[in-house]
């Protein structure tokens, strides 16, 4: 008995408490505010602008009647404004009406109804049918407006929120409200904008305003099929930050009572600096138009860079521009995201890597020279530099940019020391040696950048001496933007290798709860003073070599040149029909103390069976104003 009597008055509370929980109902609101995301300097990139919505939520009592008589009062405060689905008004006159639609159906038809011959559905379907255009021209005005009202009423699961009316202004929106009809609520839905217009959207993502069903998982996370959530970039990749909490409603007498307020989700702030963002984006635009009226430059649509800081992996500008031209009209689009997706033929700037490969190996030391020449295999065209170098070492074949030099090297790394017309059969462990270290700067391997959906680039396929020379020169494995990003950054970083990041730190309010640190990945396996050649090679390419100009010769750079020759789909019809050059430019300022590493891509300026032999020089005068640029502020 005493056990009895403790249940019944000791544990009372927890007990109602435990009946009100299962008894009360509840609803969440339909949106809360994402949090923002910032640059580094605080600038709003992505904010929440607020949109007046009016919702209804069905009680399991309320009456059609009921539905009818509050979609003519919001016709009537709302002046008439909202137009009627003129194809519904049959079936909304059975609605009303729902009498004179009895005796659209005959006796005999009732009778088969009865015997279980004719469905319910199809005597409605047989009513509707049957609706004239004279019944339907006897709704009044009002009757035809507040069908609009009762369809979004009854439209979906009769537990969700429907929206009503939205981006409404203040005054209506109080109007209504104040009308106090049952089931009706208002709710400031929270939608994205962008202050800054289309810079960098690609890259910051997009939100849906449903649940894909890709993302059917969060269901398990505490989502509705009706929450917004981040599909795309940043607000994909850090969506467990930005999500806001939503308000709690409690369902009392038929109406909402607020029990809880909607929360704002998390900042995010980013190592991203817009002033130097939107430079470097009107740089682009200004090279690009001009560029645009040069010989041979019709498939030349578009141009990208990166700036990070090497010892951290900080990236401060990301741009992709595509430039759109509608006869004299032109515009840009932002393709920014495409620096992680996009894989390109990057041509000489590998060549650091290519030289860490042989040093590997043995098949060359500090000071190693050839004569530059063409290598000739059996059965094999043969393959040159750009011109003819004359004796080279190392050293001097970065800065000059030898194909023969790294040629030579790869038949050596494969167990051949080159004669004229020699056969040389490799295999993939001799690809393998090139990848493995190539991947180890970020070559061809995941970067870590914080971004969905990054891809690492694309290996050929094939195994033959000829692909393994242009493996070498960066003429065969597509890699990128990113991917040149980290490489650059390590090389700079004395052979030291960390992710890539976008974020700096995340704050809930203005406490910061996530510092996002670098983070270290690998270490090249290398000597030092083999890192420090390969940074003498990249300062002489600078200084007297194919970078010559791409920065003001003043400043103390260490970079490298790509040119590639490629095959691309210039109709979009599946074949590879033009052959082009791309250009690549990799860099970091100053050499002894780097704050700056820069990468700048543009695929197909030139076209090579063009009416001239002019090519562009794009890439170089995009380089030279990004510098000019960063290192004059």
Not at 98 to 112: A, F, K, Q
Not at 276 to 302: D, G, S, V
Not at 419 to 428: I, K, Q, R, S
Not at 553 to 570: I, M, Q, R, W
Request: hydrophobic share 35%; charged share 25%; proline share 2%.
């Amino acid at each position: 008995m005493d056990r009895v009597i403790t249940l019944a008055y000791s544990k009372h509370d927890y007990y109602e408490n435990k009946y009100i929980a299962i008894n009360e109902q509840y609803t969440y609101g339909s949106t809360a505010p994402r949090g923002r995301i910032l640059d580094i300097k605080g600038n709003v990139l992505v904010d929440n602008k607020g949109v007046n919505t009016i919702l209804y939520h069905k009680s399991s009592t309320i009456t059609k009647e009921k539905e009818i008589d509050i979609a003519k009062k919001l016709v009537s405060i709302t002046n008439y404004q909202y137009m009627y689905d003129e194809d519904k008004l049959g079936d909304y006159f059975l609605v009303l009406y729902p009498d004179i639609g009895d005796t659209l159906i005959s006796e005999r038809e009732y009778d088969l109804y009865k015997k279980r011959k004719l469905t319910k559905n199809s005597l409605e379907e047989r009513k509707r049918e049957r609706v004239t255009t004279e019944q339907i021209n006897s709704l009044t005005l009002e009757e035809k407006y507040s069908s609009y009202f009762y369809y979004l009423m009854n439209e979906g699961y009769m537990y969700d929120n429907k929206v009503l009316l939205k981006d409404i202004d203040d005054a209506l929106y109080a109007v209504i409200l104040e009308a106090n009809l049952e089931g009706v609520f208002g709710e400031v839905f929270w939608e994205r904008a962008y202050p800054y217009g289309e810079s960098l959207k690609t890259v910051l993502g997009e939100i849906s305003n449903s649940l894909p069903n890709e993302k059917k998982d969060l269901l398990d996370k505490g989502y509705t099929l009706n929450d917004k959530v981040g599909i795309s970039g940043l607000e994909e990749y850090y969506e467990e930050y930005l999500k806001g909490d939503k308000a709690l409603y409690k369902i009392v007498n038929n109406n909402l009572e607020l029990v809880k307020e909607a929360k704002k989700g998390k900042d995010l702030i980013l190592e991203i600096d817009m002033d130097m963002q939107l430079q470097i984006e009107n740089i682009i635009k200004n090279e690009m138009i001009k560029n645009r009226k040069l010989p041979n430059t019709e498939f030349y649509k578009e141009s990208f860079a990166l700036v990070s800081e090497p010892a951290t992996g900080a990236i401060k500008a990301i741009v992709g521009l595509r430039m759109l031209t509608n006869n004299k009209d032109i515009s840009f689009q932002d393709v920014s995201i495409n620096v992680i997706k996009n894989a390109y033929t990057v041509g000489s700037v590998v060549k650091g890597a290519s030289m860490t490969v042989g040093y590997q190996n043995k098949a060359i030391d500090i000071g190693t020279t050839m004569v530059d020449s063409c290598v000739k295999l059996a059965n094999i065209p043969a393959k040159c530099s750009w011109t003819r170098l004359g004796r080279i070492n190392d050293l001097q074949a970065l800065a000059v940019s030898s194909n023969y030099y790294q040629f030579v090297t790869a038949l050596k790394v494969a167990g051949y020391n080159y004669t004229y017309n020699m056969e040389a059969p490799v295999t993939d462990d001799d690809f393998n040696k090139y990848r493995d270290t190539f991947a180890s700067y970020g070559l061809g391997n995941m970067t870590g950048i914080d971004l969905p959906n990054e891809t690492t680039g694309l290996k050929g396929g094939k195994i033959a001496p000829d692909l393994l020379m242009n493996l070498a020169i960066g003429q065969y494995d597509l890699y990128t933007p990113v991917g040149l990003l980290q490489y650059i950054n390590t090389i700079a970083n004395n052979g030291n290798r960390y992710k890539l990041n976008i974020l700096k730190q995340v704050k809930d309010e203005e406490e910061v709860i996530y510092e996002n640190k670098s983070s270290f990945l690998n270490k090249i396996d290398l000597e030092e003073k083999y890192i420090k050649r390969i940074q003498a090679g990249f300062r002489e390419v600078m200084r007297t070599g194919t970078g010559y100009w791409y920065a003001n010769p003043k400043l103390n750079a260490a970079g490298k040149t790509g040119t590639s020759e490629s095959y691309f789909d210039s109709d979009y019809n599946g074949t590879l029909d033009s052959y082009v050059i791309s250009n690549t430019f990799i860099m970091y300022a100053p050499m002894d103390n780097p704050r700056y590493s820069i990468v700048v891509i543009s695929p197909n300026t030139a076209n090579l069976k063009g009416k001239s032999s002019y090519q562009s020089q794009i890439n170089r005068l995009i380089a030279r104003g990004i510098n000019d640029y960063l290192f004059t502020n």
